[in-house]
């Protein structure tokens, strides 16, 4: 149809269509057709027929006829939503009449112009633009509005061909993947042999892959082709870097150092294991997927079998033991042989959770998420590549290759730095499963210390928003550079191992209900009740927390400095340069940290460490002033879980007083108490509900953690006697110097160092006098 031209639809039982000679036709005319043609108009007299631009000059009975011809043509053109208009009475009125023959008219250039420059700013005007748009073009309302549902539908009709023509090359270079995948599992080869590849030493043999490949195949075509009919999205494409990011439980920060994609990479830089991998090859890809589907199976077995693969732990708790002999009659070696220097770990964990499936499914599969929420255990992580998105909108059969380091928040336990392959499927409804299996195989390094077997989580759907979530970790290790005061902790498993993993998990999971819960009691004094100012606080104590564990540990993307003459308790030191970051003060930041052993039980350290009345026994900065709390906001089950404000008044009137952020967090694997000097015109900024990102922080703090030797006993008194004692890691950061380019001064080295050197004998001498 030719633009620009009005063809009103007809009653064709009644009245034939007009064409340019004046014989019925078939619907459309040609661009000839005008209002000044005299077999148009039927009974009307010559000197009533006017040119077309003297519409606006036609008489009432020409009016008439234009509304019959316009509400002829709206019921018999209207469909789906345009329907949903309704007519007036008047309109029903006019429908009674005898059906006349209709004037045609062909809409100026001008016309044209002006109505498709409104419809690009309103595809959708109402009745009002209308009659104003008709005043000014000399139109028919309902003229004007035919012309926009013409242009509505003209529209729609071509999104829907190039979203037709999109998703048929998407479909077709999938079914490409898919072959080549084929061809080249097909084609494999042994590296070691050159010989063919025996699929079925994996548990996965080329009948149960074809099959598998087969109705994946028609999984996409399905998807295909609804997306197709209903004009949904097409299927992402593969070689995306990172799927989309999917809607938080809570908009606390992700991450504390601005928008990076792991914990701490862009403060320190790449390790070395992490720096030299990079994406899979292409020829990689089909080895990847078979070791995902595999450990996926080995993971689900693990996490469902009893004895003999899984015993009880000789410690009286509820964790499992794994049996090495029986593991290897059951899984398979999909990893390659363990190295002769390599040692297992592997242990197994239950519980269950205050947040429901889908979201924990979503905060495991998102490398920003992840890291945020096991910042204590996660120092830095990336996603490689996704190989998969998963399908129905939704992380089931999603595949990511990642890299990540995990540590111990200490400087005397060596990081863990893995390349590994993270599959996410859902097994029926309501329990998913997600496995991590390293890739080394594929690219041996000679200075990997750390793989995993097939490890991850199990999550079952429990009524309520609850979730019971079945932790398997199962890692091949390299320690000997663990320091012989953490060794026992390592070797336990508690460091690394599933406890670990669930208790912060569990932890987490609490102070993201906390903070979103609205029912808060204001009965206590100091208490949080506004829920702005319990967001902006929580999260710019997330990220205190964050930056306080990436800044402890002995990652492999910092040096640590050891200072000399300072005993048995080593106190290790780094400086880095603050420059242009709105969350820290400018300038040279020194860190310094040392480990210790004390004789006393963690929760006893911890309840030490956070209480504001003990404070002045071991904060020498307070300068002996008494330590008051001004809000706190709980979250979780312990008491000990919670963020306060504290306010240290000096006892020297000439000194002005002293904000401090800090938050305290425990669970059965350990202990942390963070805490750093706020502005206080900030933090009035923030109690408000105002944005946190802009207050500078230094964190320092303690994290506490068993020695590994602790028994069960029926006291304190009793489990010290025993042997049980606790692991306290002391750490502090300083701003020495405000000009990033100055340089560092051995004087403020030698402050810092004794600085901490005090705080552990203040803390030593305190604890001492209680455990007497």
Not at 247 to 263: K, N, Y
Request: proline fraction near 5%.
């Amino acid at each position: 149809m030719p633009a620009g031209i009005m063809i009103p639809a007809r009653n064709m039982s009644s009245s034939p269509m007009i064409g340019s000679n004046g014989n019925a036709g078939g619907y459309g005319s040609s661009s000839r057709l005008t209002l000044g043609q005299p077999n148009m108009i039927e009974g009307l007299h010559h000197h009533q027929l006017h040119h077309p631009f003297d519409m606006a000059q036609q008489t009432a009975s020409e009016s008439e006829l234009a509304r019959l011809r316009d509400e002829e043509f709206e019921i018999s053109t209207k469909s789906g939503s345009e329907n949903q208009e309704g007519q007036s009475g008047d309109d029903l009125q006019d429908l009674q009449r005898p059906n006349k023959k209709k004037r045609y008219h062909r809409h100026t250039q001008h016309q044209i112009q002006e109505m498709e420059a409104f419809f690009k700013e309103c595809p959708h005007p109402d009745d009002k633009q209308r009659k104003e748009l008709s005043r000014q073009l000399g139109l028919e309302p309902l003229q004007v509005k035919f012309w926009f549902q013409n242009k509505r539908t003209q529209m729609k009709a071509q999104h829907e061909r190039s979203e037709n023509t999109q998703l048929r090359v998407e479909n077709e270079k999938l079914r490409t993947d898919n072959m080549r995948y084929r061809e080249a599992l097909s084609n494999a080869t042994c590296p070691n042999c050159g010989g063919p590849t025996a699929i079925g030493e994996m548990s996965f043999d080329e009948h149960h892959l074809r099959l598998e490949n087969a109705r994946l195949r028609e999984e996409i075509d399905r998807i295909s082709a609804i997306a197709a009919k209903y004009v949904g999205k097409p299927v992402v494409n593969y070689p995306l870097l990172s799927p989309p990011a999917p809607p938080r439980p809570l908009e606390l920060g992700v991450g504390g150092f601005g928008g990076q994609s792991g914990v701490g990479g862009e403060i320190y830089g790449a390790g070395d294991l992490l720096k030299s991998i990079g994406a899979p090859t292409e020829a990689d890809k089909p080895m990847i997927i078979e070791l995902a589907v595999t450990a996926m199976e080995e993971l689900v077995r693990m996490a469902q079998m009893g004895e003999p693969l899984w015993s009880k732990s000789l410690d009286g708790t509820s964790s499992s033991v794994l049996n090495e002999d029986e593991y290897m009659k059951t899984c398979p070696r999909g990893i390659g042989p363990k190295p002769a220097e390599f040692y297992t770990e592997a242990s197994r964990e239950s519980v269950v959770v205050i947040m429901d499936h889908i979201n924990l499914v979503e905060i495991l599969m998102d490398v920003n998420q992840w890291s945020t929420v096991f910042s204590g255990i996660v120092s830095r992580a990336a996603t490689l590549e996704v190989l998969s998105t998963g399908v129905a909108g939704n992380y089931n059969g999603a595949l990511q290759v990642m890299t990540a380091e995990f540590q111990v928040p200490t400087p005397l336990v060596p990081t863990r730095e893995v390349y590994f392959v993270r599959y996410c499927k859902q097994h029926g409804d309501g329990t998913w499963a997600v496995v991590d299996v390293s890739l080394d195989n594929l690219r041996p390094s000679p200075i990997a210390r750390c793989r995993r077997r097939p490890s991850g989580c199990v999550i079952q759907e429990m009524p309520n928003g609850y979730s019971k979530v079945t932790w398997v970790e199962n890692v091949e290790v390299d320690d000997r550079g663990v320091h012989s005061l953490y060794k026992q902790l390592v070797n336990s498993g508690h460091a690394f191992g599933a406890k670990r993993w669930v208790a912060t998990l569990d932890r987490q999971c609490e102070r993201l209900a906390s903070a979103m819960a609205t029912n808060i009691p204001n009965t206590d004094v100091g208490v949080i009740t506004s829920q702005e100012g319990r967001k902006s606080m929580l999260k710019l104590a997330e990220r205190m927390v964050i930056s306080f564990c990436a800044g402890v540990s002995a990652s492999t993307a910092h040096t640590w400095t050891t200072l000399s003459g300072t005993g048995a308790d080593d106190v290790r030191v780094m400086t880095r340069k603050s420059i242009d970051d709105p969350g820290r003060p400018p300038g040279i930041v020194l860190s310094a940290a040392t480990s210790f052993w004390l004789p006393v039980l963690p929760n006893r350290v911890f309840d030490f460490l956070r209480d504001e009345n003990s404070r002045s026994e071991w904060d020498i900065l307070s300068n002996g002033g008494v330590v008051q709390e001004m809000a706190h906001i709980a979250n979780g089950r312990d008491t000990g879980n919670c963020v306060s404000l504290l306010r240290v008044n000096s006892a020297n009137s000439s000194q002005s007083n002293m904000l401090i952020l800090q938050e305290s967090c425990t669970d059965s694997a350990g202990s942390f108490v963070i805490y750093a000097p706020v502005d206080i015109v900030a933090m009035n900024v923030v109690l408000n509900g105002g944005d946190p990102d802009y207050v500078a922080l230094l964190p320092s703090g303690f994290a506490i953690l068993p020695d590994g030797n602790t028994v069960q006993g029926g006291d304190d008194q009793q489990a010290v006697g025993s042997g049980g004692g606790s692991l306290l890691t002391v750490a502090f950061q300083i701003l020495v110097d405000s000009v990033p380019t100055a340089k560092l001064s051995l004087g403020s080295v030698a402050t810092v160092n004794n600085l901490i050197a005090c705080t552990v004998e203040r803390i030593r001498a305190s604890l001492s006098c209680e455990s007497a």
